[in-house]
């Protein structure tokens, strides 16, 4: 099976296009010179040597590589580069294209058009590390035949520079025709720093070589090579590593990236938004496992040692108790000695006292006091749920892949999935005599695997199977760098930012995995799910990628979303080698350990920070390719002056900030068809179309809150100074205390009721949540999602001291939470799972005692000299959102009403609207309540003036509900201990969900 490549995708051409026609009206023509140095010639004097060498030879000006950049720019809708940004002595271009649309193809396929029309036949491709570089070589292997082909059986020769074939060098020199290197950067970095000690300090590519007559590097410097930079942000990372590149002498670099750290005079564009959008990669969809409900036993996980000038100390992730709920957190620099039962407010971790914090590299390890448990850096204990969500999410990824077979299977397109994992012994392990076996993660998947394929909806895809056993074992294998002596797999090695350290063991398994690149996609190979170490991290894609999976260990290197999801985006292929186009086809599923609310947030911020893209974001170039007019061959485009004239247009009207950003008053003007723009860009409709296309492209949805359209709510002086006003506050504004009164035994005969009727306890659980990601110009945003749940399978060792919990938790006593427990017929669910009893019995109890004291409360006004100044509304400092939580107000004591819901929003505007509304307040935060359930905050005060001049003071508290029964319980009992503190005041309150039932109560009245 080989894969097909296209020669007229669209955007292809144009990436291509935008670098060979930089050098237009560049004639053919080459540079000769001679092979041998004149040192090497004068020590050689009997001999005559004549050979030439090839090389590369602009003959264009400068000012004609300016004006050729500054066109393909326009055109391309990219800010033209300033005439002091080309150097015709120093050209430098950058070339961004999304992962997975084909960037190795197009800058093949830019060297063969290079040397087609202009004759430039040397080329040097730099890499910056192993992978990348096994990925381009087959890459040139796998083109030969479409690119001879498509140029008419071009003559060309390729190679992978190798220090110890330095003859390879002089034909690539010395041959007339197109001749491309491919380079690790890693191969001429490193000059010598002392020239009396070359040979240590300096790569072979820098040294002298009699054979040669040349250092192989001066002899390539003749040849005035194009580079072209593979992934920049890693080749040139370094000041050393440009200078490296420099020292080729290039006639002109090209970088090619999706995520450039430097753009430097950028050419083309294709980026994350515009390759989702115009459909060149797969969609992505996001499967998210969670474990939920699930803190019965001990958990500890060494997180960091830290050294310092004093003793070590360590950070912990521990289940903290807080609130009568369980909450993993990580408590940071805990010092020897320190009582981990203390600091969780847990029985449970009852002598796990911190004794020895070893912080040598490599041996990171913590010890305890009381029990000989010792946890090393990055590993955990008792986490129960770990192993079990590892297990899930490889099912689950199973079953993804099985239910796409049973699609795409039919159409001859070959489903593969992929497992990332941090060490190779959770997947092989060997034994004394080196005899391998299956390791935890092998085992789980060929036991998920077995279970999967006997339910009767795979049927149709295992008719052929009689023996599941052999078949599970033949389906996965892993790619991991191999122990040239003990032939075992091994981890590969990396640096602090998870990137692979890679050596000649490791250059081995990376070109395996590359050869084996397209037998993978053949129903021919049994093989579907790969397991790997970080060697797929970079540098490896497959274009049947329909699954990834990272499965983590806690502590281990992340893999970034971005760059896991990279090695699935590849549009698919058919077992003819074509591409397969189409969304509902091409949908990579990625199986994450983290909710889909965080993946979809992080996603966003990666692409933001690894691509500089800036969702949301209109720049004053943005309209610079619009079309105005085609004039036989040539477009006539609105260009950089008149795009910058209407972004200043945008800024001046408020519907972009200083930084371009999308303001909602222009997405809320998108949306009600009443964008305001100048005449000149309106007059012709196909103008004003794509104006309004880039617009709404930038504004994405509709946000509910835009921090930069956040107002400051100023006071009203003429509502807060009036008499009226100041006669409604001294109504409302004393302060209260309150005694109580109740019944123990009735207390708790209706602790037991309530337990009964409502403590609902289940076993830990596994959420499974999927969900579509849709990337555009507005951000990244999710689709509904849909849930699947699982139950934690975890048994329980040792059941807490659940009185001594509730005892601190509720502080009722011991003899009356005894009497609860035996007295409730759900007291058999604290062995299924003991914390979720705990917790729901705490929230119980503690409201039933709150309930129960309410209904003997009784609120006293403190004194006169108790009560909330009316000043303190001068002080407040409070904040709104134009369009989303402002109104405007003539009655209030600010100039803007804050509202919290569509009920407050209502009310405040007919409170404006009603004549016998003289003045009113929304509450204040500071304006509070003392109750037994907590603080009570009500809505509104108002003082209503009917037609006899009678005044009405009262207090509404604005409910959605349509009557108090649909209220929770807390919340109606602090509401009845609100109506009881107003009556102490001599002052009324009523909840009401519209302006009618005020009326009725005041008729009433």
């Not at 009206?25 to 080459?30: R, S, Y």
């Not at 020199?173 to 720093?193: C, Q």
């Not at 972009?656 to 008053?665: A, F, I």
């Not at 003071?953 to 108090?964: D, R």
């Amino acid at each position: 099976m080989k894969i097909q490549y296209e020669s007229e995708l669209g955007y292809q051409k144009e990436a291509i296009e935008s670098i060979v026609d930089i050098f237009q009206g560049q004639d053919k023509c080459e540079a000769n010179f001679t092979v041998y140095s004149p040192e090497f010639l004068a020590a050689q004097s009997n001999l005559e040597y004549n050979d030439l060498g090839y090389g590369n030879r602009l003959l264009l000006t400068e000012g004609q590589i300016v004006q050729n950049v500054q066109n393909i720019q326009l055109a391309n809708g990219l800010k033209p580069s300033e005439r002091s940004e080309i150097d015709r002595n120093n050209l430098d271009f950058t070339v961004e294209m999304e992962t997975g649309t084909g960037k190795t193809y197009v800058y093949l396929r830019t060297i063969m058009e290079l040397y087609r029309r202009y004759g430039f036949s040397k080329h040097i491709i730099v890499v910056p590390s192993i992978p990348i570089k096994e990925g381009v070589f087959a890459s040139l292997k796998s083109t030969q035949d479409h690119f001879r082909a498509l140029y008419d059986n071009v003559k060309y020769n390729f190679f992978v520079y190798d220090s110890s074939k330095l003859n390879e060098v002089r034909d690539f020199a010395t041959n007339d025709s197109l001749e491309i290197m491919v380079i690790n950067i890693d191969a001429f970095r490193k000059s010598f720093e002392d020239p009396k000690d070359e040979k240590k300090t300096a790569n072979i590519i820098h040294r002298y070589n009699d054979s040669l007559g040349y250092k192989p590097l001066d002899l390539i410097k003749n040849t005035n090579p194009i580079v072209l930079i593979d992934e920049p942000q890693s080749t040139m990372s370094t000041p050393l590593a440009k200078k490296a590149v420099q020292s080729l002498n290039p006639l002109a670099m090209v970088r090619y990236s999706a995520t450039h750290k430097e753009k430097v005079n950028l050419m083309f564009k294709l980026d994350a938004v515009d390759a989702y959008e115009k459909k060149l990669v797969k969609q992505i969809e996001v499967g998210s496992v969670e474990a939920e409900g699930s803190h019965n036993s001990v958990y500890i996980r060494l997180v960091k040692i830290n050294l310092g000038k004093g003793a070590p100390t360590c950070d912990l992730e521990v289940d903290i108790l807080k609130n009568g709920s369980v909450s993993r957190e990580i408590k940071k620099n805990l010092k020897s000695n320190t009582d981990l039962e203390q600091i969780t407010g847990r029985t449970e971790y009852a002598g796990f006292i911190i004794n020895d914090i070893h912080g040598v590299e490599g041996q990171e390890y913590i010890d305890f006091t009381s029990n000989d448990k010792f946890i090393r850096l990055g590993e955990a204990i008792g986490n129960v749920e770990d192993g079990q969500v590892k297990r899930a999410l490889i099912r689950k990824t199973i079953e993804e892949h099985l239910d796409k077979e049973l699609v795409l299977n039919p159409l001859g397109i070959k489903v593969l999935s992929l497992f990332f994992i941090d060490t190779v012994s959770k997947y092989r392990v060997y034994d004394e005599d080196g005899n391998q076996a299956n390791g935890e993660y092998a085992d789980i998947f060929e036991d998920e695997y077995k279970k999967a394929i006997r339910k009767p909806k795979y049927t149709s895809l295992f008719k052929e199977i009689a023996d599941p056993e052999a078949d599970a074992s033949r389906v996965h294998s892993g790619y991991f760098s191999i122990d040239k002596k003990s032939k075992r797999f091994k981890d590969s090695k990396e640096d602090k930012e998870g990137n692979v350290k890679a050596n000649a063991e490791d250059e081995d398994t990376f070109k395996l995995i590359m050869q084996d690149k397209e037998d993978l996609l053949s129903f021919s190979t049994k093989l579907r799910f790969i397991f790997s170490h970080s060697a797929l991290k970079e540098g490896w894609d497959n274009p049947n990628v329909f699954q990834i999976c990272t499965l983590k260990e806690a502590g281990a290197s992340e893999v970034r979303r971005r760059q896991e999801i990279g090695r699935g985006l590849r549009l698919c292929v058919n077992q003819e080698g074509n591409r397969v186009y189409g969304h509902e086809v091409n949908i990579l599923t990625v199986m994450a350990s983290e909710s889909y609310v965080e993946f979809v947030d992080n996603l966003q911020k990666e692409i933001e920070k690894d691509t500089g893209i800036k969702f949301g974001i209109i720049q004053d170039h943005s309209f610079n390719n619009i079309v105005v007019k085609i004039e036989e061959d040539d477009v006539v485009y609105l260009g950089q002056q008149k795009s910058e004239e209407l972004f200043n247009y945008l800024l001046l009207k408020g519907y972009v900030d200083s930084r371009g950003k999308v303001q909602d008053l222009l997405r809320i003007d998108l949306k009600e068809d009443k964008v305001e723009l100048p005449d000149e860009f309106t007059e012709e409709q196909h103008v004003l179309s794509q104006i309004l296309t880039k617009l709404k492209d930038a504004a994405g949805r509709l946000e509910i809150k835009n921090k930069d359209d956040k107002k400051p709510v100023k006071v009203n002086r003429k509502v807060l100074d009036s008499v009226e006003f100041r006669e409604l506050w001294d109504r409302v504004k004393h302060r209260t205390t309150f005694s109580v009164n109740f019944d123990s035994d009735k207390l708790i005969q209706e602790c037991i009721q309530a337990i009964d009727n409502r403590l609902q306890i289940n076993r830990g659980k596994i959420i499974y949540t999927k969900t579509s990601i849709k990337i555009n110009a507005g951000g990244v945003v999710n689709e509904a999602p849909a849930n699947y749940v699982l139950t934690l399978d975890e048994k329980v060792d040792k059941l807490p001291d659940i009185v001594t919990y509730l005892q601190n938790e509720t502080q009722l006593t011991r003899k009356s939470i005894v009497k609860i427990l035996t007295g409730t017929s759900k007291l058999g669910y604290f062995k299924v799972n003991p914390q979720k009893f705990i917790e729901g019995c705490i929230d119980i109890l503690n409201e039933q005692m709150r309930m129960h004291i309410v209904d003997g409360i009784k609120y006293h006004k403190i004194g006169d000299a108790e009560y909330y100044s009316q000043e303190l509304f001068q002080n407040e400092e409070l904040f709104g959102y134009i369009n989303k939580n402002l109104k405007e107000s003539t009655k209030s004591p600010f100039e803007y009403v804050v509202y919290d819901s569509v009920i407050e929003s209502r009310l405040a505007q007919e409170f404006e609207q009603s004549d016998n509304v003289t003045v009113y307040a929304k509450l204040p935060g500071w304006f509070k309540i003392d109750t037994p359930l907590g603080t009570y905050n009500p809505d509104w005060a108002i003082l209503w003036k009917d037609d006899k001049e009678e005044k009405l003071y009262f207090v509404v508290e604005s409910k959605g509900a349509t009557g108090l029964f649909d209220l929770r319980p807390k919340e109606q009992g602090k509401i009845d201990c609100g109506k009881k503190h107003f009556e102490a005041l001599g002052t009324h309150m009523i909840v009401a969900s519209e302006m009618t039932e005020v009326v009725n109560y005041v008729m009433e009245k």
